[in-house]
Nanobody, 120 residues
Framework: QVQLVESGGGLVQAGGSLRLSCAASGSISSINIMAWYRQAPGKQRELVAT???????NYADFVQGRFTISRDNPKNTKYLQMNSLKVEDTAVYYC??????????????WGQGTQVTVSS
């Protein structure tokens, strides 16, 4: 079993910054892909950013140049640095990992979500 623990959400004014963290623990052999998704009230969950085990990153157009995803492989932790936050970034942010566990099988796991609220 794999557990994901998120932290770093909160309330910030527009233009401010927040840093989200997601630490994975458990029977992990390797983490292939780590990602952040978000879901605003009344909207579908959407992909924010991804990072592969090799460090390749990909971002949604709406966060390009403002958000940075990174990972600390030895700690199985990833981060999302969010700068120049906008009111429309308000959402619950979810950590996602695709990892291989010690049995050799690969699974997807989701964090519990952390609320990010950006005020005007």
């Amino acid at each position: 079993q794999v557990q994901l623990v998120e932290s770093g959400g909160g309330l910030v004014q527009a233009g401010g910054s927040l840093r989200l963290s997601c630490a994975a623990s458990g029977s992990i052999s390797s983490i292939n892909i780590m990602a952040w998704y978000r879901q605003a009230p009344g909207k579908q969950r959407e992909l924010v950013a991804t990072i592969t085990s090799g460090g390749s990153t990909n971002y949604a157009d709406f966060v390009q140049g403002r958000f940075t995803i990174s990972r600390d492989n030895p700690k199985n932790t990833k981060y999302l640095q969010m700068n120049s936050l906008k009111v429309e970034d308000t959402a619950v942010y979810y950590c996602f990992v695709l990892c291989t566990v010690v049995s050799g099988h690969s699974y997807q796991y989701w964090g519990q979500g952390t609320q990010v609220t950006v005020s005007s």
